[in-house]
């Protein structure tokens, strides 16, 4: 037998005694937290899970559980849950390194992701889930992999980078829109008996009507009306509306957003390194973390949405009012805060029973997600109990709270008897190309 044969028969998946469990409690954490935000997404159609004047509920209980998800939390579960992919990049081909097994990290690492690309669109297209992350996921991993050994302070650097990419787009996006709106009003004030306009006066002026348009109340809630009647239909019914969204979707995260994942896989790998992600510095790292991350963001957070309720979520009127996107920005203060907080519970000690709590949810955390796209499909969808759009936004917490004790009690449980969830144990098997002991052993 060959040395590589060799290798082939070495290379396992990590051992439960080298979980970093902090970690798993953390994604567990970061898991439960996403839903949060997703659950909008499941139960109220396109466009009012975005927009409050959809429904008219700008002045009600629904705009109180809106700002005080958006406020603090929005997008900083997911980042969290990007830094910890991040730092699982360098978990993963370490232990290949270490063993002196280098050539063969880059074969698995490469067939690990191309697993969880098929996982993604499968969760996409098949789970009907438009805003998978999965596929994103994928693709950012594989990229990254050249990054896997740079040093600390060349990651942050990288991250800053990102980050200022990530803000130069939003605002090159944000100024397409205001220049769109600017030319066209300025030409509605010429006065066609006395100028004759061009024909690229005419398309200008075309483009801002119909940017218009789209954004005004009527054709937004005639959207709703026809996503809600796709979405409340039978299967074909709701495939063909959610698979086209999920389309879109997916290259638009894809080749756009992914700049979202990269920023804060990078971030994770650093911190990882420096000992950050895993609780091994001064609680006093911690606090800084806490009180600058979300003390900035709350603070960019709290003025960057004010815009939003003031013009009534129509991006007609933001796009000519706003003058600088901070979304970018917000959402990396406040995602390092909310991180600083979680670690400041850790190390205080009095939360051991949170970490415990979570700690099986995130170690299926691949399961969970997943489960949570089949849970809300059938409870919102046609298809299943057709849910979507029949209970308040206030009113879809509670269906989060359900989800959450599910998957708390039933991670818990499996875990008595399992070493892997059983979408885990898949992946794992699929990577290694070779079927891996689930049972635990007595």
């Not at 902090?22 to 997703?38: C, F, H, K, T, V």
């Not at 801002?208 to 996503?227: A, D, G, I, P």
């Not at 970490?355 to 796209?373: C, D, E």
């Amino acid at each position: 037998m060959d040395s590589s044969s060799n290798s082939l028969n070495k290379a396992v998946p990590i051992a439960q005694q080298e979980r970093i469990t902090l970690i798993d409690s953390i994604r567990g954490i970061a898991l439960l937290g996403i839903l949060l935000m997703n659950i909008v997404v499941f139960g109220i159609p396109f466009p009012a899970f975005l927009k409050l004047s959809v429904l008219h509920e700008i002045g009600t209980i629904n705009e109180k559980a809106w700002f005080l998800i958006e406020w603090p939390l929005e997008g900083t579960m997911r980042a969290i849950f990007s830094m910890l992919f991040g730092a699982g990049i360098i978990l993963f081909t370490s232990r290949f390194e270490k063993r002196g097994e280098g050539m063969l990290v880059a074969d698995y690492f490469m067939r690990r992701q191309l697993w969880l690309l098929v996982f993604g669109l499968i969760n996409a297209f098949i789970f009907l889930w438009v805003g998978d992350i999965l596929f994103e996921y994928a693709l950012a991993g594989m990229a990254l992999f050249a990054f896997r050994n740079l040093s600390p302070k060349k990651l942050m650097i990288a991250a800053g980078i990102v980050l200022m990419i990530a803000t130069a787009r939003d605002n090159r996006d944000l100024y397409i829109q205001k220049a769109i709106v600017t030319k066209g009003e300025a030409i509605e004030k010429l006065d066609p008996t006395v100028i004759k306009l061009t024909e690229k006066q005419k398309d200008a002026f075309a483009e801002m009507k119909s940017f218009k348009e789209v954004n005004s109340l009527l054709t937004q809630q005639q959207l709703y009306e026809k996503n809600l009647r796709q979405t409340s239909g039978n299967f074909k019914e709701v495939y063909n509306n959610l698979s086209d969204r999920a389309m879109n979707l997916e290259f638009y995260f894809g080749y756009f957003k992914i700049w979202d994942y990269i920023q804060f896989m990078l971030l994770g790998m650093a911190l990882f390194k420096l000992g950050i992600l895993t609780g091994k510095v001064a609680s006093k790292i911690y606090w800084w973390l806490f009180i600058v991350g979300l003390g900035g963001g709350l603070i960019i957070s709290y003025y960057r949405l004010q815009p939003e309720l003031l013009y009534k979520f129509n991006d007609f009127d933001l796009a000519k009012h706003v003058s600088f996107d901070y979304y970018a920005i917000s959402r990396t203060f406040r995602s390092i805060g909310i991180f600083g907080l979680i670690l400041l519970l850790y190390k205080s000690g009095y939360f051991k029973w949170l970490f415990a709590l979570t700690r099986p949810v995130g170690q299926m955390a691949f399961t969970n997600y997943l489960m949570q796209s089949v849970l809300c499909g059938l409870f919102f969808y046609g298809f299943g109990f057709g849910m979507i759009g029949k209970l308040q936004r206030y009113e879809l917490y509670y269906v989060v709270a359900v989800v959450w004790v599910v998957e708390i009690c039933w991670s818990h449980l499996w875990l008595k008897y399992f070493r892997f969830g059983p979408l885990e144990w898949l992946w794992r098997s699929l990577t290694y190309w070779k079927m891996q002991q689930i049972k635990r052993t007595l």
